[in-house]
């Protein structure tokens, strides 16, 4: 099994910026695609930014204001992926996950953190 951990959501004015973070329980190795989605109530969950491989794919909505990172070289039983947002808009309220689809051993299995809140707001 593979936890994922986020934190780093909150309240932010229009215009402002948040650093989430996630943290995986395995390396990085044993990871194939990681990344962040988003869903608000009532709605189907969407593409924000992932890693494939040290390919970063990113939803329209969020081209040239969001960017995701990961850091792969702390720690050989962890693995991290960032999403720095910036210029935030009302819009990108949401409740954001942490997904990835697992490597060698897990490979096939998708796992999914418990969700932060982004709350956009004046």
């Known amino acids: 099994q593979v936890q994922l951990v986020e934190s780093g959501g909150g309240l932010v004015q229009p215009g402002g910026s948040l650093r989430l973070s996630c943290t995986a329980s395995?390396?990085?190795?044993?990871?194939?695609?990681m990344g962040w989605y988003r869903q608000a109530p009532g709605k189907e969950r969407e593409l924000v930014a992932l890693?494939?491989?040290?390919?970063?794919?990113?939803?329209?909505s969020v081209k040239g204001r969001f960017t995701i990172s990961k850091d792969n070289g702390r720690d050989d039983a962890k693995s991290w992926v960032y999403l720095q947002m910036n210029n935030l808009v009302p819009e990108d309220t949401d409740l954001y996950y942490c997904?990835?689809?697992?490597?060698?051993?897990?490979?096939?299995?998708?796992?999914w953190g418990q969700g932060t809140q982004v709350t956009v707001s004046s």
């Open positions: 997904e990835s689809e697992g490597s060698r051993r897990f490979r096939g299995r998708h796992f």
């Open positions: 395995v390396s990085a190795v044993n990871i194939a695609v």
């Open positions: 890693f494939t491989g040290d390919v970063a794919e990113y939803a329209e």
